[in-house]
């Protein structure tokens, strides 16, 4: 029989890929989604159950027709600007959605857990490269927020032997290298998606958060890795999970960052269309510089990232922009 993986978020951007990859490997990922940020149309590799993390009846009903030997966890309210405005949404939704998540997993005997945290558990780190040893301060209520399921997931690692490996992701960018899905939120958030949004005329200008930064071009350094890198490597946690079972924490960086500057030249220089920028304030809860190494993912895993340049993810973006239609029919 195929081994069922859950697929919290699997409509989302990145879990949609990673159940392309799953399905791939020869597994079924059956997708758990509420559709609050993810679309029903990218659901296209494994079943769908669309529902709500914080219901404990319906987690059940999911785990008992599903039988998964594994999850993987993507569901989660992840833009910053949003955090900051409403601390307690992202409180509720995301820890509260893990809590329930853990304790229907131990019930249901499934101690197989693959979850996606963020560098913005770092805080604001002056610039050093970071690794899975750098203390924890983050400084807005998403990083907080996954922190603690980190913390979390320890506990439970502790008291029920739940087996665990956590990505601390940092910037995910680009889409499936054959255009099957992409990246899609309302409203859109990211700087890639934004700057191919006014490359291709929908959006007027792209505002940058802050030129005043301590970077050499005074604005935020981040480490981009391409999606299907990343969930390749979601791939490798689960083989690692399988065969060593345990807990461990991995870093998907690519060890490069860019500016915001330098990725606004990339992005023009790929579609070789002007891209329009102003200046404007901060945006409250941003870190000057995250960048991270991954010898760890290396060294364990045998993680090579493949598609990481930001030529490459700029590349991949585009093509699905052009190629795939918005789930939205915007
Ligand atoms: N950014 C920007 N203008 C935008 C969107 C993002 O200057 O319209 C900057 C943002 O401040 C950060 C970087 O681009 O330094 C990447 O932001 P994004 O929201 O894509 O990812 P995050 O770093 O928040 O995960």
């Known amino acids: 029989t195929q081994r069922t993986i859950l697929v919290t978020g699997g409509a989302g951007y990145i879990g949609s890929h990673a159940c392309k990859a799953i399905q791939r490997a020869g597994y079924t990922p059956v997708t ?15 079943p769908f159950e669309q529902g709500e993390l914080r219901d404990r009846v319906q987690l059940d009903e999911v785990f008992a027709r599903w039988k998964p030997t594994a999850v993987m966890h993507f569901a989660a309210l992840s833009q910053i600007g949003e955090a900051t405005r409403d ?22 005997g499934c101690l197989n857990l693959v979850f996606s945290s ?16 750098t203390p924890q301060h983050p400084i807005n209520a998403y990083g907080a927020s996954k922190r603690a399921i980190e913390d979390m997931i320890a506990d439970f690692g502790q008291s029920f032997g739940l087996n665990s ?5 940092f910037n995910v960018a680009g889409a499936d290298p054959e255009a099957e899905i992409g990246e899609f939120h309302i ?12 490359a291709s005329g929908e959006r007027e200008k792209v505002t940058i958060f802050g030129a005043d930064y301590p970077t050499p071009d005074g604005t935020c350094i981040r480490d981009y890795v391409h999606v299907s890198d990343l969930v390749e490597a979601h791939l490798l946690g689960l083989a690692w999970l399988e065969a060593s079972k345990g807990s461990r924490v991995f870093c998907l960086g690519s060890s490069q960052g860019f500016s915001v500057h330098e990725v606004i030249a990339k992005a023009q220089e ?35 990232p493949k598609r990481s340049t930001l030529a490459l993810m700029i590349e991949d973006a585009w093509r699905v922009r052009q190629s795939v239609r918005h789930p939205a029919g915007a």
Request: proline fraction near 5%; hydrophobic fraction near 40%.
């Open 32 to 46: 758990f989604d509420n559709l609050e940020t993810g679309w029903a149309e990218m659901v296209k590799f494994g």
């Open 87 to 108: 601390p307690g949404k992202y409180w509720s939704a995301n820890v509260g959605g893990a809590v329930t998540l853990l304790q229907t997993m131990v019930d249901h």
């Open 118 to 133: 963020t560098c913005a558990t770092y805080g604001d780190k002056d610039g050093v490269l970071l690794d899975e040893d």
């Open 165 to 169: 490996v956590i990505f601390r992701y």
């Open 187 to 198: 409203p859109e958030t990211h700087l890639i998606p934004i700057l191919l949004e006014v």
């Open 270 to 304: 790929v579609t070789g269309l002007p891209i329009r920028s102003e200046i404007g304030p901060r945006r409250g809860g941003d870190a000057a510089k995250l960048v991270c190494g991954s010898a760890a993912a290396t060294r364990v895993l045998g993680w090579q």
